[in-house]
């Protein structure tokens, strides 16, 4: 009897304790993290308001004795050559990712619907074949792709980006929104079929609301995407003004004297809008990511 | 209202047929209940009538139209879902008005029918709220409600009380019949629960592997199953099935169990074995038709006792007869205790009887 009574009151105890050492490591774990992905972007932003001879100094000003926001002028001054091709830049990664992003959900939207509704022959094969693009890193594609882009006399034209970025980003962007259709369940289109729709307005009228967190979801990671990529875009674009951002930045950086306020500034302004984007649909996203997790 | 016919219908997925030459005919303002296993094609023969899965051959027609082609839209059905399909993202009011505004009604006339429905359903309150704000008796009674404030010619209803829990089951299924009488309708209902058809239904269709079984009143299936799936289908407990063999000597006829003990038949119980195709017959007999006695009787039958089941006002006995599990009900102030002898008396005005081989009810005449 004693000895039931003993361990039945001791166990919660140590439960307890065995919880919070486990509680205190996930924290300092998740500040190493915080610090990880936090500072550098933190110190992009500090060096991006000082002066050009300030960012070089050592040992480092932890914080700049003069901020200036000099950097974001001279930037986004149309007036000077700095200004203009970094507005230029901008413009044009604004441009492709945005029409890529149009056309990923215009192509995407469909073709999942179907891969996930329909049964036809050569179904699975279709689905797995828009997916084995994505197995291959896409550097093996450079050469191919440069060949076929000039063969088709797209070279140096954005469209060329365009094609590329959605021969990446849809593959999955299908493959997300067809789990997503997936977890619609069929008896919603049939009921609104019954109830006096089309099958098309059954699409648009039921099913489309209901995937609006899914075709968020699909949107923003095709315009991170097509924002964020380098490669192609510095193989398929050679003259300055076509240039998106990253190229952009890189080569006008490289080309003058090495000037780090204005190279952080135009990196920070650059992830403007994809943390804007993020931070204000990113309940979309973690819904997109997780949904038929759980039933409900 | 209107009356429903299927005239020789199929539905083929390659080579399985998931309907099967099914004919029947729901008149206006009938309950027909659709029963059978999962898989029995019940579900589909709905689809099919609601026009949601194309059909193979044969003829769908709702009240003077061939329905074949027609979209599920065009067809004047209203269904009702297993899982209810309310459309998440609408209010209980938008729900109701959807297939309204999907056939363009003037709005007054929109809001006026939606209030009656409501009203009718006692869900006045609920109007402004979400689906997923309901108890699952609420979304099962806006679904109902979907259905009727568009006054269809058929309504369709595809298990919908399987997601209820048991006590509000019982008082959807009242609700549901009482909604039959009062509107009149014609009303197509599938359920693998064959009490609910039992009890809700003017009609059952009682379905196996895609083929209709037997289509008549609750109560003739219940007292005459046409082979031995409906008679073991039909009915809680389930009827008991005892494989025996037929012999005559003396102009009398025997049936033999496996453990060697003989069973009489009465003149017109013989006259139906004479008709069976081999000398197997199948004794199918009801817990309630059968006497439990604690000494033995004329023509009663030695079984031991294997499982007691009190369940309050009736007892259930089980036995082993010839293989087979008998179950027999006895009142609860009889105490049976297991691996008791006791003795089995069958009703032989109740009794059915089946041919082994062919596994049909086999008939006197």
Redesign the interface.
Known sequence: MSTIAETASRAPTRRRMRVDGWRWAGRIFLVFMLLYTALPMIWMLITSIKSGFAATQFPPQWWPDEPTLASYQKLLDPQNSVGQDFLRFFWNSLFVSTVTTILSVIVAVPAAYAFSRFSFPGRNFLFFAVLLRNMFPAVIFLVPLFILMRAIGLVNTHGSLILTYLTFGLPLAIWLLKGFYDNI?V??E?????????RF?AFIM?VM??STPGIIATAIYSFIGAWNEYIYAYTFLSKNEQLTLPVGIQRFFSENTTDFPGLMAASFMMSVPVVVLFLVLQRYFVRALTEGAVK? | MAHVVLQDLVKSYGGFKAVNHVSLTVNDGEFVALVGPSGCGKTTTLNLVAGLTPITSGDIIIGERVVNDLDPKDRDIAMVFQNYALYPQKSVYKNLAFPLQMRKLPRDEIDKKVKEAARVLDMTHLLERKPRELSGGQQQRVALGRALVRDPAVFLMDEPLSNLDAKLRVQMRSEIKRFHQDLKATIIYVTHDQLEAVTMADKMAVMNGGYLQQYDSPAQVFAHPVNMFVASFIGSPAMSLIPLEASTANGNTVLTGAEGWRLELSPRNAQKVVRATTMKVVLGARHSTIKLHKSAVPGSIPAKAYTVEPTGDVTFVQAFLSGAIVNVSVPPNIAVSPDEQIWLEFDQERMHLFDGETEMALKAN
């Open positions: 369940p008896q919603l049939q009921a609104a079929r019954i109830d006096g729709a089309t307005q039921i609301p209901l409900h």
